[in-house]
């Protein structure tokens, strides 16, 4: 297995302060320099074993309607990435170091396919991005919530034998989909792999103010 860790890019103006609350999906409640706080949380997904009260987390300043927007939060010993308006960036960096993509010359972004818009057109090969931000048992899992688009997206790429690219923001030794939480996608996923679509999962460390990618991570048996 390649082995290695490439810094992708850096974020700038980051703060700490300590989760309280989400009153929604979209919006977390936190304290910094003993105020409460708003922020906006970008990742939809239910985050429960790393968005609780009392965790720490990194953010900036939004340029939307809250003052502030969370971008990672720390579990243990690592940085969580949660801003998923990030892994498109994160994917298109990572594309440099691994083989897979080293002969692509055209490029093209948030691309029109079937009933769905894609992540990426690769020489005319799309190509989906999903972040993981759930592990258990050192197995990475998505999703960790419910998805019918995320399900729409696999079987539009198995119909356009496409790609689809998992970025792993946590410590894991293998990544499955996530069956119990949705059959679904899980059951497409399984149908993808069985079809010969090309299933890429790199693992995606955030260090400090720094993105890197890391290696490759083994599919489980699923």
Not at 45 to 63: P, Q, Y
Not at 87 to 108: G, M, N, T, W, Y
Not at 133 to 144: G, S
Not at 193 to 209: H, P, V
């Amino acid at each position: 297995m390649n082995n290695i860790k490439q810094a992708l890019f850096k974020i700038n103006n980051l703060m700490k302060g300590t989760f309280i609350s989400r009153p929604n999906r979209f919006i977390g409640e936190i304290r910094h320099n003993e105020k409460v706080e708003t922020a906006h949380i970008h990742d939809p997904g239910r985050l429960k074993e790393l968005l609780f009260e009392g965790a720490e987390v990194l953010f900036t300043h939004s340029k939307g309607k809250l003052k502030y927007y969370i971008k990672a939060v720390r579990n243990l010993d690592e940085w969580v990435l949660i801003d998923t308006a990030l892994h498109s960036r994160i994917a298109q960096k990572a594309f440099e170091f691994l083989p897979e993509f080293s002969k692509v010359k055209d490029i093209k972004r948030e691309v029109k396919l079937g009933s769905s818009r894609i992540d990426f057109l690769l020489d005319n090969v799309p190509l989906e991005v999903k972040g993981v931000t759930l592990v258990k048992n050192d197995i990475a899992l998505f999703p960790d919530a419910p998805t019918e688009r995320g399900a729409r997206h696999v079987k539009e790429i198995i119909k356009h034998n496409g790609i689809i690219f998992f970025l792993i923001f946590r410590n894991a030794k293998l990544f499955a989909p996530n069956l119990e939480m949705d059959p679904k996608f899980s059951q497409n996923l399984s149908e993808a792999r069985k079809k010969g679509i090309k299933i890429i999962t790199a693992q995606i460390k955030f260090e400090g103010n720094i993105i890197y990618y890391c290696k490759k991570i083994p599919l489980a048996d699923f």
